[in-house]
């Protein structure tokens, strides 16, 4: 395994590739026009990939791509296709979440490098271990891995770590984030994500009250990562890679950030100066946060006043007038700059700048709509000097590689030229023979002046052997061409030479991967999910199959219940566990190992936990995102038996996924699906709180909500380390349950969290089912509900983006 670090850098046009390679990077990682979870970034064409793959390679610099969403079944015979592409121009690797497509990919492409991507949720060793034995080289953790887990990680395993070190972050687990596509179907999941997380929201009790007096914050907006102070407790660690987020950001910020990391990592943090922080803040920043690796929580991770860009202060405002202020200055302003001053209106205002000023001057700007309130902060959001640098750092500038030539001129022969860079040389011959001089003899001098001119190349001219004879004669343009042909040859057996994969048997290898067995048809059963012990309480056992058990308390007399009536029983496991808590769901399944059927995983990590661990039946939850039949597939080749399809999927979707494997199908047909999964608390920023110590005695832990925009209202609740965002308002498909029934569903799924009364719905589910209530009553129910509750049919309709 190749030990080096690797500082790896986002591209997002060739712009921004030339901006990564020439301030440092060690690899890139970019999307095309497919498949990628940046759909509204600039992206690459087939040929602007090749064209890339050629730039990076020929400088010495990896190039990983992302095909890094859930693909929906027809999508995945194409998604083989274009790997097939970029196997074939020799990326290094691909970035991968669909687990059961990098399955495929593993078959058909066993030599290309497969990464997990961070929207796999991979946030243990037991997550890491499950991806190596699949054939994945690398897994790019969850961001919210705390330290001493990638010690654990590192030290158990022999997969190459990836950690995020600068950048956006997200709220929510990346992978478990279904916020935007249940409010506007653009799913994160699918690369198309509306970024609900930076819009402001209220906090509200039960009753509809504000909490702590702060109404539309942006309390789900995260701060930027900035560790350029923690790299070297990465570097120990045993991260392999260092990975910087901003595809969608601009050439110069990659140029800036790139370029800072690469210090840092070389010569450590203390290396770097003021100054080069100062870019780093100055080119992007919502604030800046250690992250949850480095133990920032609650008001050190987010930044709620808000969403964007806030650049640095450079000065304060000292007075106002109709249309102008006054602003005494801290730092210098030049033209170009993008300035920008709080209004009276809660608001912001700004300009570019069209005068220059000096630290401690008194400046007016005039013309404005919106004067600022006196001693308020005036803030440089773009700097037009930085930029400038910037992109001097790249434009106009490449790599000097050192390039050896020996060239052999002898009369009445063709003239020769061999270059050589590492271990490549070429040699190239010329098309007119070396003449003898009838006036004046082409000279060394002349011969080395022409052979260096190299500047539309990645090279430089280290040394020059000349073997010339007495009297030779050349014409320079023949030189000229000479070199260009040897250079030119060269630096395609180069490109040619960094990745080298295999023929391959594609169409075959392909036609395996894509065929399965189908199993028979299972029969249609009543699921439920119970989150409390009121809600076990409420339950008719005479009217239902199959219990998942959210809760600890009364466990073992619960299950004893639900053995005495012959009903399946699950104990639901939390979609993030670490070491501590897989020790407790060791313990607690044990305790309990005779009377439970089963137990169901939300993350890959647990799945790998309960394959080792126990011979039990293994359930797989909405956490795994199962998208396709063929990710449903290498689940059951696992040995897991029935699994809770993704809800996002929309009826034909599940229908075709169900047509191709049979056997157990679930589909949530009830329920307030959780749209986020975080490690933060937003109630932690009311409260102060530094860390989640706390939780399991805070009272405001259970009850609150989020309040947005439009009036609805996301439940939240905290527990065991992460806090569950609801959506706001449940899945009710009572009146549409034929319709589901006819896609295939075999096992419909009531999904309870924080629901008081529950077992009039269980009722009129189980009855609508099994036939034993007509339509009329069906709709007499619903709008009843529905006058009392605003509901939605989810995805099963409509599908997302």
Sequence with gaps: MNNKL????????????????????DAVYLGGKLFNARQYASNFEYEELMEAVSYAHLRGVSVFVTVNILLDDKEVSDALDYVKYLYEIGVDGIIVQDIGFASMV???????????????????????????????????????????EILRIKNNSDIELEVFIH???????????????????????????AQPCRMEYSIIDAKGNIAGNLDKRHYLSTRDLNTLDEVGELINAGVKSFKIEGRMKRPEYVATVVSAYRKAIDSGSDSLTKGERVNVEQIFNREFTKGHTFGDFGKKFVSVERPDNRGRVVGKVISSDKNKIQVLLSENVDVGDGLEWDTYHNDRSGTKAQFSGQKGEKIWIGRIKDTAPEGSPFRKTSSAELLGNAKKSYINTDKNLPLSMKIRLKIGEKPILTVEFMEFSETATGDKVVETAVKTPISGERISEQLAKLGDTVFSMESLEIDMDDNSFINVKDINALRRNAVERLSEKVVANFVKYPVINFKDKKDSVMSFSKLPKDKKMLTVRVSNQKQFDQMNLKKVDRVYLGFNESLKGNLEILKSNSIEAFYLSDKILYKEDLDILESTINTNLSQLDGVSASNVGTVEFLKNKFNLTIHGDIGLNVFNSYTLNYFRKIGINGLTLSPELNLGQINEIAEKTGGEVEAIVYGYLPVMISRNCPMAY???????????????????????????????????????????????????????????????????????DIRDIQEMYYDCLNGMIDKNTVINFMNDYKAKTEVT??????GVL
């Design 106 to 148: 593993r078959e058909v492409f066993p030599e290309l490098q497969i990464h997990a991507s961070t929207q796999m949720t991979i946030n243990n060793l037991e997550g890491a271990r499950h991806l190596e034995e699949l054939g994945f080289t690398r897994v790019v953790l969850a961001r919210e891995v705390p330290y001493k």
């Design 167 to 193: 950048g956006a972050l997200c709220f929510s687990y990346s992978g478990q984030c279904l916020m935007s596509s249940l409010i506007g179907g653009r799913s994160g999941n699918r690369g198309t994500c």
């Design 6 to 25: 690797e500082l790896l850098a986002p591209v997002g046009s060739m712009e921004a590739l030339e901006a990564a390679v020439m301030n440092g990077a």
């Design 686 to 756: 009311l409260k102060g709180c530094k860390d989640d110590s706390g939780c399991e005695t805070c009272s405001y832990a259970n009850g609150y909500m989020l309040k947005d925009r439009m009036n609805k209202n996301f439940r939240m609740d905290r527990g065991a380390g992460f806090t569950t965002i609801y959506n706001s308002v449940p899945v009710m498909v009572l009146d549409r349950l034929e319709a589901v029934s006819r896609a295939g569903i075999t096992s419909f799924r009531l999904d309870f969290t924080f629901e008081d």
């Design 793 to 798: 049919n989810g995805h099963f309709f409509r």
